[in-house]
């Protein structure tokens, strides 16, 4: 039997068409236009079975016994327990001293509404997520810019900007999409400090110094005003502060700012003056600009040159969403007036959007640590791995060591998972029906369909949500049986039912394709236009205009220490084989652990006394990790590149063991993970 469904096991959120055979997964392969030997593969799309059948797959309840050990228990006793738990802590501390922190692996759409609505109607304002470090923080800063994240529209466009991404490890459609685009002329550039696939196609490679994407984004706004390339009619019409921009850019022409991006300046030049001037073009901006100390303004900065441009919601250009009509299903109003979040520093990122909610997972540490707005006791870690994932794993890894009661739910037994209290087992994309975020944002809503039944006693996770909700009273809040009548509830502003999109699993639009839709209802902004001056941000205290005050002097972790680390250490590479630290104990994906290096450049390998293969020692003044070495071209000499995920499989290759999470961006809470200052040596033995 073959089925269509949309695969979750990254976040791009590809449509797949299964093989089933006896509820048996036997295999999944993408759905593209393009002929299958043209197509770019997943290798975890051709390992799913594998994954799904793993035998480290976690397939029953888990509660740690009086002597420490993990026992075997039902699903009863297991959420009677971690419901005792919350109505324990609740009563002791406050409901606040409970908190969700969700990564990435269940999806953004339903299943974070649906933890959202179990935490406030609980009464604690504190579930988290990543997004300080994850897309979140990029989308309000197009918030704040225009009103909304934009989606690239790159088939029609004749000039693709690629900065921060490499899609063709992270998301294949897209990267297929950008390769079909340039063989029909479209030009290409592409910013990233790494000589990826794509950057070796493009037609302008920027190799820039990270950490200081904002300093090349202005250098090239600079450039598109000085040269008056910049639509006149569309920054005349449709913005506000266009001269706060312009004399803020003036601080920063190519030939100054050139040497401290690793740039020549023609290269900046040319590349602002091709971007500007093809048309259509478009952005496709990426985690390449998370992560770092600047990403909040350094993605204004990125958001600003579609506008000055005339390529806002445009074919070709980057269009402006038309999200599917939907019901909010989060019940903040339900929490006590006056509860701050531990995320309470960061009002402006909290509140931007209805339902993105809290995303400064670093505020969770603070507060079992620090105690700090007040302590958190009993953390439940859904989909995510942060004794690894999150900065200063060292911090972290105390913190987890401090708290009352911790909750896992996931597939695996992780590093997390391992310091549990109750490990509850969930199910995989293929194991569960859901709506995705990816289905809300835009308006084709393609359901992610259950093809197989879950495997032992492993649940889906609105399951194991809507269960523990009806055991901590809330049964008026999580009424329905299935997922499929909470995705009819949520959907039915739009009229659109599950039957309805199982009748038609290449998806329902809510609304047809509209373009240039801001010239009847004007820009989601408070000044209805696009806000290169934003009031907003000045009535509280930030930055109006990204970097008017001139450029951060330390942007990368450890700056101040670096005669004592003179490299600067880069973390990466994302590998298509795995999801951050998911998959890599499935050996057709590990692969003898294939990858877990340290990206060296010949002349810094000569220098060090390095040869291929040899075990390296990096270190910051957070930690150590020991990778082999690979000697490469594909980085800058005076950098390295550490390969990203291994530390589930083997702390001493864990990653954030080097980053820092002291000094955070002051809008969105984002640390500096993504760079920092490091040094390196030989080891003895070779690896």
């Known amino acids: 039997m073959h089925a269509q469904t949309i695969c979750r096991l990254c976040s791009s959120c590809c449509p797949i068409e299964v093989e089933v055979g006896g509820n048996r997964l036997l295999s999944a392969r993408r759905i593209s236009s393009l002929p299958a030997g043209s197509q770019l593969p997943c290798p975890k799309l051709q390992a799913a079975a594998d994954i799904v059948y ?40 406050g409901a606040q001293s409970v908190c969700w922190l969700r990564g990435m692996a269940a999806d953004w759409g339903a299943p974070w509404d649906y933890a959202n609505r179990l935490m406030n109607a609980f009464g604690s304002p504190n579930s988290i997520g990543n997004g300080s470090v994850c897309h979140v923080g990029r989308e309000f800063a197009h918030t704040v810019t225009y009103g909304t994240m934009t989606i690239p529209q790159t088939q029609g466009a004749r000039c693709i900007l690629v900065w921060g991404k490499n899609d063709r490890d992270t998301n294949p459609a897209a990267a297929e999409a950008i390769l079909q685009a340039k063989q029909n002329g479209a030009k290409l550039i592409v910013v990233d400090p790494i000589r990826t696939a794509l950057a070796a196609r493009a037609d302008i490679w920027l190799q820039i110094k990270p950490a200081h994407d904002g300093l090349l984004a202005m250098a090239m706004i600079h450039e598109i005003i000085s040269r008056d390339l910049h639509d006149a009619d569309f920054v005349a019409q449709w913005t506000v502060g266009f001269e706060e921009l312009r004399r803020a850019a003036a601080q920063f022409p190519a030939e100054a700012v050139a040497g401290d991006l690793w740039l020549d300046p023609l290269a900046v030049r040319e590349a602002a003056r091709l971007y500007a001037t093809t048309k259509p073009a478009c952005i496709v901006d990426g985690n390449g600009l998370d992560m770092q100390l600047d990403s909040f303004d350094a993605t204004r900065a990125v958001c600003m040159l579609r506008a000055l441009t005339g390529n806002l919601d445009v074919r070709g250009g980057d269009f402006l969403p038309q999200p599917v009509p939907a019901r909010n299903l989060q019940l903040r109003e339900r929490l006590p007036a006056g509860l701050r979040p531990i995320t309470g520093d960061y009002p402006q990122f909290n509140n931007f959007s209805p339902t993105w909610g809290n995303q400064v997972q670093s505020c969770v540490v603070d507060a079992i640590l620090e105690e700090k707005p007040y302590p958190v006791k009993m953390l439940v870690s859904q989909s995510g791995n942060p004794a690894v994932t999150l900065m200063d794993s060292g911090r972290v890894q105390r913190a987890l060591a401090k708290l009352d009661f911790l909750v896992v739910i996931d597939m695996f037994m992780t590093r997390t998972a391992q310091q549990a209290d109750v490990v509850l087992p969930a199910c995989s994309c293929f194991e569960k029906t859901q709506l995705n975020r990816a289905a809300l944002r835009n308006s084709l809503v393609i359901l992610q ?95 109006p205009v990204p970097f008017a005050d001139g450029f951060r002097a330390e942007p990368i972790s450890f700056s101040s220490q670096s005669e004592r680390f003179p490299l600067l250490g880069i973390s990466g590479a994302r590998s298509n084989r795995f999801t951050h630290t998911q998959f ?62 291994w530390g589930d499989l083997e702390p001493e290759c864990g990653l954030n063991r080097l980053t820092d999470d002291g000094q955070r961006n002051p809008v969105i809470g984002t640390p500096s993970g993504r760079s920092f200052m490091c040094r390196m040596a030989r080891m003895e033995e070779r690896a």
Request: proline share 6%; net charge negative; hydrophobic share 40%.
């Open 54 to 93: 793993a035998p480290e797959r976690l397939l029953k309840p888990l509660v740690r016994d009086a002597r420490g050990s993990f026992r075997e228990a039902s699903w009863d006793e297991a959420l009677d327990l971690v419901a005792e738990r919350f109505h324990f802590f609740r009563k002791e501390y």
């Open 449 to 543: 369909n259950q093809v197989i039944d879950p495997l032992g006693e492993s649940w889906p996770d609105w399951k194991i949500i809507f269960a523990l909700g009806r055991r901590l009273g809330l049964e008026r809040e999580f009424p329905w049986g299935s997922a499929e009548e909470a995705i009819d509830y949520q959907l039915a502003p739009a009229g659109i039912t599950v039957a309805k999109l199982r009748e038609n699993p290449g998806g329902v639009r809510s609304a047809e394709p509209q373009f240039e839709k801001y010239r009847s209802s004007g820009f989601k902004t408070p000044s209805g236009k696009v806000e290169f001056v934003s009031e907003q941000l000045r009535a509280n205290g930030y930055a």
């Open 584 to 645: 890599h104990q499935i050996p057709s994906l590990s692969m003898n652990r294939m990858g877990c290096t340290v990206d060296i450049h010949p002349a810094d390998a000569q220098t060090y006394g390095i040869g291929e293969g040899d075990r390296v020692r990096v270190e910051t003044p957070r930690g150590w990790v020991v990778m082999a070495a690979h000697l490469s071209e594909i980085v800058h000499q005076g950098s390295i590149r550490i390969a990203w995920g």
